[in-house]
């Protein structure tokens, strides 16, 4: 099992920008797609983006050009610019399994085995 830890999240202006951290531990080797996912009151949990270890990079529509995932060895990252109000959400990070990279680009949560307790982002207009 991967252990997944989030930080980061808090309340900011629309426009502003945030950077949230996924502590990475545990049984790494056991995964090789990551993800971020939210999820606002009322609605679906939805795929933000995800990263393959070979180094690709996915992301939902609604925050292409936006945001950006990186990683290192320790932890993983999303870079929030220009966020919006209906960027309001608890963020999760996610990790799956051993997966083919298809299923890694397709953002969806069912594909995800391990999660963090979430971190919530609120952004005002």
């Known amino acids: 099992q991967v252990h997944l830890v989030e930080s980061g999240g808090g309340s900011v202006q629309a426009g502003g920008s945030l950077r949230l951290s996924c502590g990475v531990s545990?049984?790494?080797?056991?995964?090789?797609?990551m993800g971020w996912f939210r999820q606002a009151p009322g609605k679906e949990r939805e795929g933000v983006g995800t990263?393959?270890?070979?180094?690709g990079f996915y992301y939902g529509d609604s925050v292409k050009g936006r945001f950006t995932i990186n990683r290192d060895q320790n932890a993983m990252y999303l870079q929030m610019n220009n966020l919006k109000p209906e960027d309001t959400a608890m963020y999760y990070c996610?990790?799956?399994?051993?997966?083919?990279?298809?299923?890694?680009?397709?953002?969806?949560?069912?594909?995800?085995?391990?999660w963090g307790q979430g971190t919530q982002v609120t952004v005002s207009s």
């Open positions: 990263i393959f270890d070979n180094g």
């Open positions: 545990g049984a790494t080797y056991r995964s090789n797609c």
């Open positions: 996610a990790a799956t399994r051993i997966v083919r990279e298809e299923v890694c680009s397709r953002l969806q949560s069912r594909d995800f085995a391990d």
